[in-house]
T-cell receptor, first 112, second 112 residues
C-alpha cells in the first residue's frame, strides 16, 4: 500500500544550527501534509501544515517545503534550540479520506 | 485546562484480561481518534468517530472496540489482551473541516 516514510531516522545538530528533516511519500493523491513534534512522554503536537497546491509555507522558525514532483516533504528549523529535541513525524491525507497516515518519525537531538 | 486527556497514563495487565482506556476532549471537536504507537514510534490510526458514527476501522482485531457515550468521549475497550497489544495508545480529536488533530498524552499499555 501507499506509505509515508522518512529518509533519516536520527538527526543530531549543534545548538544554533539549522535542521532539515526529510520525508518521502508515495501517495500522489495526498492533498494535505502536516508535521508533528513529539516530545518524550507526550503526545504529538502540531507544528506546521501545507496543502498540495503550495510548495512552501513558513511559521515561526519553521519552514515546510513540498516538492510534488519527487513526492518529498521537508521541515526546516532555524536556529535549533535544545527544546527542539524530539521525534518529528510527517503525515499526509487526502481530502476525501479521513485517514491521516504518519511516517516513521525522525529523532532530532540538539547538542548544547 | 487539558484539551485532550486520557486515563490511565500507565496500564500494566496480564494476558487474557479485559481493559479500557478513557479519553475526553473539551475542545468541542466533532471527531475523535485512537492511534497505536509501537516501540519504534510508528503511529497507526485505529479508529475515528464523528458524531457517534465510526468512520475508520483499520485492520484492527475485533478485540478492540471504541465506545463513545457522547461527543466529548471516546473510550477504547480491549478484550482478551495479548502480548502484542503492548504499546502506547493515543487519543486525538479534530474539528470537521480542520485537519489538525490534537493529541492526548498517551496511555502506555504493558501486557505481561
Amino acid at each position: 500500500g501507499e506509505s509515508v516514510g522518512l529518509h533519516l531516522p536520527t538527526l543530531s545538530v549543534q545548538e544554533g544550527d539549522n535542521s532539515i528533516i526529510n520525508c518521502a511519500y508515495s501517495n500522489s493523491a495526498s492533498d494535505y501534509f502536516i508535521w508533528y513534534k513529539q516530545e518524550s512522554g507526550k503526545g504529538p503536537q502540531f507544528i506546521i501544515d501545507i496543502r498540495s497546491n503550495m510548495d512552501k509555507r513558513q511559521g515561526q522558525r519553521v519552514t515546510v517545503l513540498l516538492n510534488k514532483t519527487v513526492k518529498h516533504l521537508s521541515l526546516q528549523i532555524a536556529a535549533t534550540q535544545p527544546g527542539d529535541s524530539a521525534v518529528y513525524f510527517c503525515a499526509e491525507k487526502e481530502d476525501n479520506n479521513n485517514d491521516m497516515r504518519f511516517g516513521a518519525g525522525t529523532r532530532l537531538t540538539v547538542k548544547p | 485546562d487539558t484539551a485532550v486527556s486520557q486515563t490511565p497514563k500507565y496500564l500494566v495487565t496480564q494476558m487474557g484480561n479485559d481493559k479500557s482506556i478513557k479519553c475526553e476532549q473539551n475542545l468541542g471537536h466533532d471527531t475523535m481518534y485512537w492511534y497505536k504507537q509501537d516501540s519504534k514510534k510508528f503511529l497507526k490510526i485505529m479508529f475515528s468517530y464523528n458524531n457517534k458514527e465510526l468512520i475508520i476501522n483499520e485492520t484492527v482485531p475485533n478485540r478492540f472496540s471504541p465506545k463513545s457515550p457522547d461527543k466529548a468521549h471516546l473510550n477504547l475497550h480491549i478484550n482478551s489482551l495479548e502480548l502484542g497489544d503492548s504499546a502506547v495508545y493515543f487519543c486525538a480529536s479534530s474539528q470537521v473541516g480542520d485537519y489538525e488533530q490534537y493529541f492526548g498524552p498517551g496511555t502506555r499499555l504493558t501486557v505481561t
